[in-house]
């Protein structure tokens, strides 16, 4: 075993750790060396969005002991930052911090660990009184003045993980230079005894029913047509909180918008951490979603959601033109989110002049497309929500921002929250569908016509996970083949451009001209091929995985069309990744 971590191990066992943990280490020991060599060889890292891991004892874990080292580096990092003076001090002033948690195993357990912490540094925490989705903590951080804030949480990865999402004074996940800031200050404790475990209990605060009104109120303002959702009433509506915490907002939220005729999927209604229903509880993969596609057709619904254990990720599924139950993937709804807000607010003579959505990198280029044509900006940033929050910062008082969202199941409407929100994602999904209903269409139809206006766009995702300690070095090999050797040509088109954003450079492969790419470094390569297609490669910061987006299209000329056109769309996607050696 190597000596850093045989040494890791023996300070485990030598220092102030429980007894039952020292135990499970001679377990371990004896039993499965290489599972514990895993668990020590390095230390989970206090990435740029918090921590996320399998639980379990060891440096490389999730655990009371690493949620408590980080918890105080970030507590001497805010109170770095947000100092208070003598006079604020004797007149009580403390900053703040919320904290919620999700359905997870110990993710309470994890929440009340950090609140003590924060507590105990004199920083006063409001503690969620239960589980609660991801977007209202965002919320709640705006609402309350916090500086910062917790969740606790893996999204949507497998039931051993668990994490810990940090945020920042205006509700986002933090972007530089705080992200690094507080990674040095995380890293800067070397011990259990640099850790404020307890003594500061008075200064917690549970927060719950108040704060969800307030929520949900706000969703309510979103919507851009309630007469429609109150004609369209009795649209049936079938959600899935996927055993997650949507079960605590999302069924008030589409009572709010008016609807009465929504049927919860029973057997995911009560919030669970070992997701009994499904395999992974990621409303992306079909399996995850077939118990609600079930009820949906026995019912006859008009639309199915489902939300991730967070419920900041939302999945669509409605009836295609045979009448057949399909699943819309994330770029889908993100383009068909993106136009109701740009048509809608247009048509019901709310557009602004100075209205603009934001996207990322990876999301389909469909939605640059629309807004061009309606008038409205469309920015690019890098993968992530926090960076279409610090786009809406450096727009604030300047543009009006109206929608932003990313390919991976996730939208942001309006700008009172800062991260991903499923619960008014869900809510608009059925102001949509209610919307084209009252056309005598359906949301799949809208889709079709959007393709024939702005032409057909296909998209595909593919990850490749690398586990272990030579996982991150495979992928790391992968990225450097593409960036120095790129290919000239894929599926018979010309590679014309290599847009290389940890390089910050763009580059034509034809002409040999570069520009500078403004946007915050990140390990991300695409490919723009002559013919329209783009290829994006991206090594993931909280998995041991490489993802790989492809993106092609064409024209359409009729709706009757659609389904030839869209096999050769996936026959294209297909070639490009056989030849890229990826299927």
């Known amino acids: ?40 060889y390095k230390n989970l890292e206090f990435g740029t969005g918090g921590l996320r891991g399998i639980m ?32 604020a001090l004797a007149k009580g002033e403390m900053i ?30 409001y503690l969620f009184e239960s589980l609660r989705p991801t977007p209202e903590l965002s919320y709640a951080i705006r609402k309350l003045g916090c500086k910062g804030g917790v969740v606790c949480t893996a999204s949507h990865n497998p039931k051993e993980y668990n994490g ?21 200050e995380v890293e800067k404790i070397a011990s259990l005894d640099d850790v404020k475990w307890q003594g500061g209990e008075a200064n917690i605060t549970l927060i719950g029913k108040e704060m969800d009104a307030d929520y949900l109120n706000m969703v309510k303002g979103l919507s851009v047509y309630p007469e429609i959702c109150t004609v369209q009433q009795d649209m049936k509506i079938v959600y899935t909180p996927i055993h997650g915490s949507g079960i605590m907002l999302v069924p008030q939220a589409l009572e709010k918008f008016g609807f009465r005729n929504v049927h919860i999927v029973e057997e995911q209604s009560v919030p669970d951490g070992n997701f009994p229903t499904v395999v992974y509880p990621n409303p992306e993969e079909t399996e995850a979603m077939s118990i609600g596609l079930k009820k949906a057709r026995e ?10 254990p967070d419920a900041d990720r939302v999945a ?116 949509m569908a209610a919307y084209e209903k009252n056309k005598g269409r359906s949301l799949y139809d809208k889709m079709i016509d959007l393709y024939v206006q702005y032409g057909c766009y296909k998209e595909s995702l ?24 790129p290919p000239k040509t894929i599926d018979g088109a ?32 695409q490919f723009i091929l002559a013919d329209g297609t783009s290829i994006s490669a991206r090594p993931s910061g909280t998995e041991p995985k490489i993802k790989f987006y492809f993106s092609v299209n064409s024209k359409l000329e009729n709706a009757d069309d659609f389904e030839v056109k869209d096999k050769e769309l996936e026959e294209r996607i297909v070639r490009i990744q056989q030849e890229m050696g990826l299927k």
């Not at 971590?5 to 290489?34: C, F, H």
Request: charge should be negative; proline fraction near 2%.
């Open 316 to 431: 669509i599924g409605v009836k295609d033109r045979k009448g057949e139950w399909v699943l819309l993937n994330g770029n889908q709804t993100a383009v068909l989110a993106f136009n109701y807000m740009i048509e809608a607010r247009k048509a019901k003579g709310i557009a602004q002049p100075n209205d603009m959505v934001i996207k990322t990198i990876v999301t389909s280029n469909m939605i640059d497309v629309i807004a061009a044509a309606n008038g409205v900006a469309c920015y690019n940033v890098l993968t992530g929500f926090k960076w279409i929050s610090k786009m809406i910062r450096e727009k604030e008082g300047k543009e009006n921002y109206i929608i932003g969202g990313e390919e991976s199941f996730g939208l942001m409407i309006g700008d009172q929250i800062r991260d991903k929100d499923s619960v008014s994602a869900v809510a608009l999904g059925c102001e």
């Open 494 to 525: 010309s590679v014309e451009k290599l847009l290389d954003y940890e390089l910050q450079k763009g580059r034509n492969l034809l002409t040999g001209e570069e520009w500078t790419i403004d946007l915050p470094k990140s390990n991300v390569l």
């Open 1 to 40: 075993m190597d000596p850093n971590t045989l040494q890791k191990i023996n300070n485990w066992l030598e220092g102030d750790y429980a007894t039952e943990v020292k135990d499970e280490i001679r377990r371990m020991q004896s039993e499965n060396p290489s599972e514990l060599e895993d668990a020590f």
């Open 96 to 125: 703040s911090v919320a904290i919620a948690y999700d359905c997870r195993n110990n993710s309470r357990f994890f929440a009340e660990t950090t609140a003590n912490i924060f507590a105990a540094n004199g920083i006063r925490v």
């Open 462 to 485: 593919v990850s490749i996970t690398k586990k272990g300690m030579n996982g991150a070095t495979e992928i790391a090999a992968m990225m450097e083949g593409y960036r120095s050797d």
């Open 56 to 87: 379990g004892i060891g440096t490389n874990r999730m655990n009371k002991y690493t949620v408590g080292m980080a918890t105080q580096g970030y507590a001497n990092y805010l109170k770095q930052c947000f100092a208070l003076s003598p006079e």
């Open 299 to 308: 019912l006859d619904a008009d639309i199915l959601l489902g939300t991730d």
């Open 164 to 184: 810990y999402k940090a945020y920042w004074d205006d509700g986002a996940q933090m972007v530089p230079p705080h992200d690094k800031n507080v990674i040095k």
